[in-house]
């Protein structure tokens, strides 16, 4: 005699849901199609939010950015082979910008795949994203799917964050397991970014040198941004009294308006300092390399930053502090009694104020102006003086001019809330990074972009609108890539390489899906247009006409953009 006796069973498509809901993730940003359109609906289900996007890029810059601003690493869920492409895109940026995002692809067979026997949207998935991220991770049983998962979480957080892979074929999603073995399979991921501590000789080195500084500066980067060691990086800036840099992404840890900020007279502190704390920034392109004209006469540098091999990349560093920023910044801290340190010389903050002082009135005179049409300036005070209003509100920044010139006109007051091109300085976040901002921190955000721009991810205004985020995008539209006045040498029809539709109404766009559009020629248009729909809190574009002549090839990249000198 025999008993049916029935056991309950769960399959892969549930359990990489229970398995991300165990750690504490509810949102994944994604594209839906084939393998994984019924992961993305049962994860709605089962109360994650999953917010759709029209390109798998514009998904994988929102996760990206959803991990910079909570520490935790944000979901992208993506097809297999070209969509997995368009998101690995994404991926490698994050890795590259140090931001904690796992990129999820559903993939074709492996047994097709490695006899190369032409499976539906048939690629070598995990071996294609290996160099462009940190970890790269294929699951092929359901009861690995929880430490799986658990893999790729402490992966992209621990150390230096960053992008991390992780390939599920389709019949690993409809795999059946049993139950209970399921649910004791997942991994709660416990201490995923744990404390390292600098040693306290690198400390006392650190401390030692800053003591026989004579003209020291404080370089903050957007790590010392993500490390969320807000009160001990601003207690460690105001009781040592050392004038301080925030890289772009770093604008807000003090406010922009506070008396040691040295960004109206970058180039000359960059120059004329003789000790120099970098906590969070690397010396990439983007800080010359920390050598040549930029930097004056050699500096001795103090770096803090998570990962050892980044000290010495490009010039010696004279004191590295290897650890996490919040431990280091506090290590230097509490050595700060000891160290007898004093403030900087008067005649080295009294330089610095005079340059400040000059700086700001060429500036204020530039902003001054009214020109008809506009131009970069005058648009951007408008925008500044209304942003002033909103200190807590989310900025987006792409754009070669729009970029160059937004970031050192609007002030920010509060840390993470400047979102725009970093460590690469490339073009197409825009509104995936608006998205993610919204999502994330329920605040409105604001997207200044340039139409060139804007271009690469425009299509997610209907995304915008779908979920009705309260996110603002003012499009300077000057008609072109860096400006629209470009002709073509041959007087043939096409346009130029550079030129877009002239005159074109980028606010009918975002009509077309139900959000509001405004059309500004004039500062006072474009305030008034920004404050209406910041109160609105509903989707908005504002289209600013600015003088198609303003702008620079490549906007202050110029140096880097090769032209021909050859003549036929």
């Known amino acids: 005699?025999?008993?049916?006796?029935?056991?309950?069973?769960?399959?892969?498509?549930?359990?990489?849901?229970?398995?991300?809901?165990?750690?504490?993730?509810?949102?994944?940003?994604?594209?839906?199609?084939?393998?994984?359109?019924?992961?993305?609906?049962?994860?709605?289900?089962?109360?994650?939010?999953?917010?759709?996007?029209?390109?798998?890029?514009?998904?994988?810059?929102?996760?990206?950015?959803?991990?910079?601003?909570?520490?935790?690493?944000?979901?992208?869920?993506?097809?297999?082979?070209?969509?997995?492409?368009?998101?690995?895109?994404?991926?490698?940026?994050?890795?590259?910008?140090?931001?904690?995002?796992?990129?999820?692809?559903?993939?074709?067979?492996?047994?097709?795949?490695?006899?190369?026997?032409?499976?539906?949207?048939?690629?070598?998935?995990?071996?294609?994203?290996?160099?462009?991220?940190?970890?790269?991770?294929?699951?092929?049983?359901?009861?690995?799917?929880?430490?799986?998962?658990a893999r790729a979480i402490r992966a992209a957080v621990s150390g230096r964050p960053g992008g991390v892979y992780l390939d599920l074929p389709a019949q690993l999603l409809a795999q059946t397991i049993e139950a209970g073995h399921a649910q004791r399979s997942l991994v709660k991921v416990i201490d995923a970014a744990p404390r390292q501590l600098p040693a306290p000789e690198s400390v006392e080195r650190a401390l030692a040198l800053l003591k026989g500084a004579k003209k020291p500066l404080i370089l903050l980067g957007k790590g010392a941004a993500y490390a969320q060691a807000d009160a001990d990086i601003r207690a460690f800036v105001e009781r040592t009294g050392i004038p301080y840099l925030p890289m772009s992404m770093a604008k807000g840890l003090l406010p922009d308006t506070h008396a040691q900020s040295a960004s109206a007279a970058r180039s000359f502190v960059l120059a004329e300092a003789d000790v120099v704390v970098l906590v969070g920034a690397r010396l990439n392109w983007l800080l010359a390399h920390g050598k040549g004209k930029t930097w004056g006469k050699p500096k001795q540098f103090v770096q803090i930053d998570i990962a050892p091999t980044e000290m010495d990349s490009n010039v010696a560093i004279a004191a590295p502090l290897v650890g996490d920023i919040g431990s280091c910044v506090g290590a230097l801290l509490a050595g700060l009694d000891g160290a007898g340190i004093d403030k900087p010389d008067e005649e080295w903050l009294g330089a610095i104020a005079q340059r400040k002082e000059q700086n700001t009135a060429k500036m204020a005179a530039l902003l001054d102006k009214n020109p008809v049409p506009m131009n970069f300036h005058s648009a951007l005070r408008s925008i500044r003086d209304v942003l002033k209003e909103y200190p807590d509100i989310n900025l987006v920044n792409e754009g070669a001019n729009t970029l160059d010139f937004a970031r050192s006109i609007i002030d920010q007051y509060q840390p993470r809330k400047r979102f725009d091109s970093g460590t690469w300085g490339i073009m197409g976040i825009g509104m995936g990074f608006a998205i993610g901002a919204a999502v994330t921190s329920g605040k409105p955000v604001v997207a200044v972009e340039g139409d060139s721009a804007f271009g690469f991810s425009g299509m997610e205004l209907e995304t915008i609108c779908r979920y009705e985020l309260p996110v603002t995008t003012i499009v300077f539209n000057n008609n072109g890539v860096y400006r629209g006045t470009d002709v073509n040498p041959t007087g043939g029809k096409d346009v130029a390489p550079t030129v877009f539709v002239k005159n074109a109404r980028y606010d009918k766009m975002i009509e077309a899906f139900g959000g509001i559009g405004y059309h500004a020629t004039t500062p006072e248009e474009l305030a008034r247009a920004l404050s209406e729909a910041i109160a609105a809190g509903k989707p908005a574009l504002i289209n600013a006409v600015i003088d198609e002549t303003a702008g620079t090839e490549s906007g202050r990249l110029t140096n880097l953009n090769p032209q021909s000198a050859a003549k036929k």
Do not use: W
């Not at 049962?42 to 991990?67: C, D, K, T, V, Y």
């Open 1 to 149: 005699m025999t008993h049916n006796v029935s056991v309950e069973v769960t399959d892969g498509f549930h359990l990489v849901i229970d398995a991300l809901k165990h750690n504490d993730i509810d949102t994944i940003f994604g594209l839906v199609g084939i393998p994984i359109t019924d992961l993305a609906r049962l994860a709605q289900a089962e109360g994650m939010r999953f917010i759709g996007f029209r390109h798998e890029q514009n998904a994988g810059n929102a996760a990206a950015i959803a991990g910079y601003m909570t520490k935790k690493p944000g979901i992208c869920l993506t097809v297999s082979a070209p969509g997995f492409l368009n998101g690995l895109t994404a991926l490698a940026n994050a890795t590259t910008n140090c931001f904690p995002m796992i990129l999820i692809s559903g993939s074709s067979e492996r047994e097709i795949v490695d006899l190369q026997q032409g499976d539906y949207e048939e690629m070598d998935q995990l071996n294609v994203a290996r160099p462009h991220c940190k970890a790269a991770f294929r699951v092929l049983k359901a009861e690995d799917i929880g430490i799986g998962i």
